[in-house]
């Protein structure tokens, strides 16, 4: 059973930066994609990027430029560094597996805010 644990959110102002990262229970080779999701206040939970295994990274356009995902296959981990954070960036921010996802985990809370 693949496990994901996120974490790396905090408070931030606007413009500033944060770099959050899934931690996975087995290799990155042994899954197809990856995907980090966000649910603002109030809002349905959606993908902001994505990773799969032998590349191919993909984003939501509001997040284009300032978003950039990547993977440490050695530490079995994807990260999002997220860049000119603004306000409307706010949410907790998931990681789950495409196509087969599973349980989804506490997820790590951003705040956007001066």
């Known amino acids: 059973q693949v496990q994901l644990v996120e974490s790396g959110g905090g408070l931030v102002q606007p413009g500033g930066s944060l770099r959050l990262s899934c931690a996975a229970s087995v290799t990155l080779f042994s899954i197809d994609a990856i995907g980090w999701y966000r649910q603002g206040p109030g809002k349905q939970r959606d993908m902001v990027a994505s990773?799969?295994?032998?590349?191919?990274?993909q984003y939501a356009d509001d997040v284009k430029g300032r978003f950039t995902i990547s993977r440490d296959n050695a530490k079995n981990t994807v990260y999002l560094q997220m860049n000119s954070l603004k306000p409307e960036d706010t949410g907790v921010y998931y990681c789950?597996?495409?196509?087969?996802?599973?349980?989804w985990g506490q997820g790590t809370q951003v705040t956007v805010s001066s």
């Open positions: 990773t799969r295994r032998w590349g191919s990274n």
């Open positions: 789950n597996v495409l196509g087969s996802p599973i349980d």
